[in-house]
């Protein structure tokens, strides 16, 4: 069983873009691969040391893939967990979207 959130229109237009300038790069060329990649960012301070003095910024990143309802309309997105993370992980399953969709293509 997935983890789904409501998408409402204004979610279609600010979750298709972020402002990391390398994973907003490569999620538009993702984009353009399937439609239906949705993307949410999560600014976060992660806390590290023993007297707990050391405060890093760190950005976590959320993927949704819209899930169609019957009549044909997304109003729902399916949470991908593999993807979601760190930088590293979405731009890994990001590339992986891009080189799936360039090789059943033959670009």
Known sequence: MGIYMYVSSEDRITKRK?????VN?????ALKCDPSLMI???????VK??????????TYYSL????????GTAYQARLQSSGSGEKNIVI????????????????
């Open 18 to 22: 972020v402002t990391d300038s390398v």
């Open 25 to 29: 790069e490569e999620f538009q060329e």
């Open 40 to 46: 949410e960012e999560h600014p976060r301070k992660v």
């Open 49 to 58: 040391g023993v007297f707990k003095k050391r405060v890093e910024d760190k």
């Open 64 to 71: 949704y893939h819209e899930t169609p309802a019957h009549d």
């Open 92 to 107: 890994a399953y990001l590339h992986g979207i891009i080189n799936g969709y360039a090789a059943g293509n033959k670009i």
